[in-house]
């Protein structure tokens, strides 16, 4: 069984930083499209970045030279690091893990920029 638990999230001021971690057990993360999504108060649930078996790496356009997603095989864990926060970056945080037909997804965590 597939378990992925997030951890990072917190409150910080506008322009702060900070890193999440993804910890996944039971699949490899680097045999996986791995992936960050988050979701805000009322609205849908977006794609924020992904990183694909070979390396690649995806951002959507808001976050685009602010966020940068990585991976540690030997901890088999996927990070988001987040630099020059702004308000529209609070929402709650989810790390996915995709192969195949599967989707898994961890517990989710927030972060909340102040301004």
């Known amino acids: 069984q597939v378990q992925l638990v997030e951890s990072g999230g917190g409150l910080v001021q506008d322009g702060g930083s900070l890193r999440l971690s993804c910890a996944a057990s039971?699949?490899?993360?680097?045999?996986?499209?791995m992936r960050w999504f988050r979701q805000a108060p009322g609205k849908q649930r977006e794609l924020v970045a992904s990183i694909s078996t070979g390396g690649r790496t995806d951002y959507a356009d808001s976050v685009k030279g602010r966020f940068t997603i990585s991976r540690d095989n030997a901890k088999n864990t996927v990070y988001l690091q987040m630099n020059s926060l702004k308000p529209e970056d609070t929402a709650v945080y989810y790390c996915?893990?995709?192969?195949?037909?599967?989707?898994?997804w961890g517990q989710g965590t927030q972060v909340t920029v102040s301004s």
């Open positions: 996915n893990c995709h192969y195949g037909w599967d989707d898994y």
């Open positions: 039971g699949r490899t993360v680097s045999r996986s499209v």
